[in-house]
């Protein structure tokens, strides 16, 4: 199966800051990735899927890259609510495996 | 509203058997993909398994498979997750999950529901 590792696996940056997370697949999956966000006590929200699309209603600072094996996600000015858990999940084909998870944090 | 609402979950002895349910509201249900989760307290995401909206394509984790059965009824806009020979390694919040795309699953998830906790401890 298709391992998914992200980095780091915590952070901790001040408020306007560019913030960016990476997540690596063992094989390669195209652009079959989406990122979640997981608010404190709260349920998983989709951020962007096939790496770079944007979910609807999500604000803009919040961009992916990426393709294969490599993807990043990006927060261009990290604000106070984006404190949370982001996770990435590849989707090429089960299992629907997810990244260990990279919880964000205000310096 | 749409929604995704569980139930079904609480303490269960090892070895023994629960069934999930989740109601749907607000959207076609009978026409996407749907998915359980499993998230165990603290810790992260584990997907479990998933269901075509027709039932004709269906996977499973290898942690269940064999054991858990996942189901749906587009009638009553419900779906199920049937967990059988629950272990302690079980133990987590169950969440139902929506496919992103309309009859063609891309495998990816736009709503959650609030999820159900299911404990396995003698």
């Known amino acids: 199966d298709i391992q998914m590792t992200q980095s780091p696996s915590s952070l901790s940056a001040s408020v306007g800051d560019k913030v960016t997370i990476t997540c690596r697949a063992s094989?390669?999956?195209?652009?079959?990735l989406a990122w979640y966000q997981q608010k404190p006590g709260k349920v998983p929200k989709l951020l962007i899927y096939?790496?770079?699309t944007l979910q609807s209603g999500v604000p803009s600072r919040f961009s992916g890259r990426g393709s294969g094996t490599d993807f990043t996600l990006t927060i261009s000015s990290l604000q106070p609510e984006d404190v949370a858990t982001y996770y990435c999940?590849?989707?090429?084909?089960?299992?629907?495996?997810f990244g260990q998870g990279t919880k964000v944090e205000i310096k | 509203e749409v929604q995704l609402v569980e139930s079904g979950g609480g303490l269960v002895q090892p070895g023994r058997s629960l069934r999930l349910s989740c109601a749907a509201s607000?959207?076609?249900?009978?026409?996407?993909?749907m998915h359980w989760v499993r998230q165990t307290p603290g810790k992260g995401l584990e997907w479990v398994s998933s269901?075509?909206?027709?039932?004709?394509?269906?996977d499973y984790a290898d942690s269940v498979k064999g054991r858990f059965t996942i189901s749906r009824d587009n009638a009553k806009k419900l779906l199920y997750l049937q967990m059988n020979s629950l272990r302690p390694e079980d133990t987590a919040f169950y969440y139902c999950?929506?496919?992103?795309?309309?009859?063609?699953?891309?495998?990816?998830?736009?709503?959650w529901g609030r999820g159900t906790l299911v404990t396995v401890s003698s």
């Open positions: 999950a929506k496919d992103i795309q309309y009859l063609a699953p891309r495998g990816c998830f736009d709503l």
């Open positions: 607000g959207f076609t249900f009978d026409g996407y993909a």
């Open positions: 269901i075509h909206w027709n039932s004709g394509s269906i």
């Open positions: 094989q390669g999956i195209n652009n079959y």
């Open positions: 096939a790496a770079s």
């Open positions: 999940q590849k989707y090429n084909s089960a299992p629907r495996t």
